[in-house]
């Protein structure tokens, strides 16, 4: 989850999440060349590629996205956010359950079980 440590708010969002993470690193700096192919054709038609071509392509739809979201990014990049790890158990029965009833987060019920 993302909090906002000004005033206790919590989103777990994975847009959030993913935008919080981008704020944190810049385009070039990803290095991934894991494409998945929905079928075979395009697989064994781009599969030829070297690894560094492969990084190139997904830096470009990265440095894309990056563009075309850039105002939501930005948000996270102020240090008034981090990134909180919770277990499972305790995000379903005591964030997911509060938030569900009252539309809110409340700080309280992460600081008291952890």
Do not use: C
């Amino acid at each position: 989850m993302i909090e906002n440590i000004n005033d206790g708010t919590f989103s777990y969002s994975r847009f959030d999440v993913v935008h919080f993470m981008m704020a944190q690193i810049k385009p070039d700096d990803i290095k991934y060349s894991g494409i998945k192919w929905p079928n075979i054709e395009l697989y064994e038609k781009n599969n030829k590629k070297s690894e560094e071509e492969k990084i190139r392509i997904n830096q470009s739809k990265i440095r894309q996205y990056y563009e075309e979201n850039q105002e939501l990014i930005n948000k996270f990049r102020t240090n008034q956010y981090i990134l909180v790890y919770i277990p499972l158990n305790q995000f379903i029965n005591e964030i997911y359950t509060s938030e569900e009833k009252t539309g809110t987060f409340q700080k309280e019920l992460i600081k008291r079980s952890i």
